[in-house]
């Protein structure tokens, strides 16, 4: 079949058609001339590279806008909650001891919650911007056997095991972040807990490849439709549970951040009323990003 001679002023007619609203047009110009041939899909690359980076634009500027939204909220409800007990105080209730002792406690809860939530949040953004990592190489086994007297305090009454590799497992990791991501996926384990009937199982294993630690409870566990979503920023999975403890949907959020600058990766299996459990995988090797 011959192809039609395609003058240039017309590829480049086409080529000024589009705009952002049409970057998903593409140029259908058979030519004999290869010149103009070559042009047509040198440019169709080069809209698709560019539909691609608009699209990503978007989604990052919809992620943003929720993420200032849902913070505002979270932010709002501690500041108006405190500045409800500053108006009963103001209004006479600072000369009664029992209200003046139950308003200030109040007040010094909201005020641990607010200032929670703002350094996740600025440990986020931290991450989000210019991520960075104590590497060392240690036994991971070990790290997580000296965070047992502090991880029992944390959780009264339940019954507590820990499960640690006999050989001190060693892998590449920054060990306060490390330490963190434990102690995150250990509170939601106790606030997931019975405080008479609870249990919860710290294990650590490894293999030449992997090291692997696992938080495992027998709590209300996680209907299977919000699995995909607990590592979302802001979404809690039981908001009253969260709100009583001071949670703003953020440590598992943070907890996957730091996963993933480990070059790790975190599954989770659950079941409403059989409990829950996290597994967090570290590869034995690392290679530093920059």
Do not use: C, W
Request: net charge neutral; glycine share 6%; charged share 25%.
């Amino acid at each position: 079949m011959n192809r039609a001679f395609i003058p240039l002023s017309r590829v480049i007619e086409r080529m000024e058609h589009i705009d952002s609203e049409t970057l998903g047009e593409r140029l259908s110009i058979e030519s004999k001339q290869s010149e103009i041939s070559r042009l047509a899909g040198t440019f169709n690359r080069m809209l698709e590279r560019l539909d691609h980076a608009f699209e990503a634009e978007k989604t990052a500027k919809e992620q943003m806008r929720r993420f200032v939204a849902d913070a505002s909220h979270e932010l709002r409800t501690p500041l108006t909650s405190i500045h409800g007990f500053l108006e009963v105080l103001l209004r006479g209730a600072a000369r009664n001891p029992e209200q003046l002792e139950r308003s200030l406690q109040s007040m010094y809860n909201e005020s641990t919650r607010l200032n929670k939530l703002v350094n996740h949040l600025l440990q986020l953004a931290r991450m989000d911007r210019s991520p960075q990592l104590d590497i060392q190489y240690a036994s991971l086994s070990e790290h997580v056997r000296e965070m047992e007297p502090q991880l029992r305090l944390l959780a009264p009454g339940r019954k507590v095991t820990f499960e640690l590799a006999q050989e001190s497992v060693h892998a590449y990791f920054d060990p306060d972040k490390i330490k963190q991501v434990v102690l995150n996926l250990f509170h939601n384990a106790v606030q997931a807990t019975d405080p008479e009937r609870g249990r919860i199982e710290v294990t650590v294993k490894g293999n030449e490849e992997i090291v692997e630690v696992t938080v495992t409870d027998n709590g209300i566990g996680i209907a299977k439709e919000e699995l995909s979503r607990i590592f979302e920023r802001f979404y809690r999975v039981d908001a009253s549970r969260s709100r009583l403890y001071g949670g703003a949907g953020l440590g598992l959020a943070i907890t996957q951040s730091i996963v993933d600058l480990h070059k790790g990766s975190i599954r989770v299996g659950s079941a409403p009323g059989q409990g829950s459990q996290f597994t967090i995988t570290l590869p034995r090797s690392y290679t530093s990003p920059d």
